[in-house]
């Protein structure tokens, strides 16, 4: 490669490309395991999740789910994995499943909620209700979490009363494409999001897969509502910066959040979803 190409990959790298996780952690493989591996061992999970409730409760986890009895397991038992001073409760909203969510959200010893309106932001606001945390973290029930995971979204929030919502990168998890197949995938779209929000709110960038936040303020700016068509999440984002301050992206490793590639196959192939992508930032 000549001199000046060098540079130029190496200034796209440094100014639009975050380095992202080639290879998937081992804290994260831990827990992809079946519903049937992780229920033999049920009883340690109940005891992590009950030795993260220290005295008052510091954080609560907000996790919907709809019909998530093949991936529910793998993101509770991955979250009572958690290391951190705080004192954390799981919250698992049922948003009417049909299959063994339910069984095994109440098996797992986490906070069982059942919301029967249905929609995410139904089932998120149901979690608000019930949690008792300073702050709140939304999690999403096909996703995989480091155990340092909440520290990296709250402490922002602790450190700095200007940030009024924290939130967090993902990565996929080869499934249905290798991993190497995904991380390219990664790198394309981390770039057309650097582009894509020179004119646009980067506040669309907010997932609920992992985000964080102050319980007053999301009551304060009346939850999770939002007009139709627009993302609750991003929107939330929106209504938090503009009333209370700041939005902090963490980027660390271990703040990643580690979701299922199941979406590939709902929204097309990775060539379809990068000319959707395409198509979205010339329009």
């Not at 995989?144 to 200007?162: A, G, R, T, V």
Request: glycine share 4%.
């Amino acid at each position: 490669m000549e001199k000046g190409s060098r540079r130029v990959v190496g200034y796209l790298f440094k100014h639009f490309i975050d380095m992202r996780p080639l290879l998937v952690p081992k804290y994260i493989l831990a827990h992809q395991k079946s519903a049937k591996l992780i229920l033999e061992n049920i009883s340690d999970v109940r005891q992590k999740i009950q030795a993260l409730k220290k005295d008052k409760i510091d954080v609560s986890v907000i996790i919907p789910a709809f019909n998530e009895e093949e991936s529910i397991l793998s993101t509770i038992s991955s979250i009572s994995n958690t290391i951190s001073n705080f004192s954390v409760e799981i919250i698992v909203v049922d948003n009417n499943s049909s299959d063994l969510t339910k069984d095994y959200i109440i098996k797992s010893g986490a906070t069982y909620v059942h919301e029967k309106k249905p929609g995410v932001d139904n089932a998120r606001t149901a979690g608000l209700s019930h949690a008792s945390g300073i702050y709140i973290i939304s999690a999403d029930a096909d996703t995989i979490y480091s155990p340092k995971w909440i520290d990296e979204l709250i402490l922002p929030l602790q450190k700095n009363d200007k940030v009024a919502i924290s939130y967090g990168k993902f990565a996929f998890t080869p499934q249905h494409y290798s991993r190497l197949t995904l991380y390219i995938y990664e790198l394309i779209s981390d770039l057309y999001k650097r582009l894509n929000v020179i004119n646009k709110d980067k506040a669309m960038y907010v997932y609920g897969c992992s985000s964080a936040y102050r319980r007053e303020h999301v009551i304060a700016v009346n939850g999770y509502e939002h007009p139709i068509g627009l993302n609750e999440d991003g929107y939330l984002a929106v209504k938090l910066r503009d009333k209370f301050g700041l939005m902090h992206k963490v980027s660390r490793k271990k703040s990643y959040a580690w979701t299922s590639s199941r979406k590939f196959l709902e929204d097309g192939s990775l060539i379809q979803r990068l000319m959707k992508k395409l198509k979205s930032f010339f329009s």
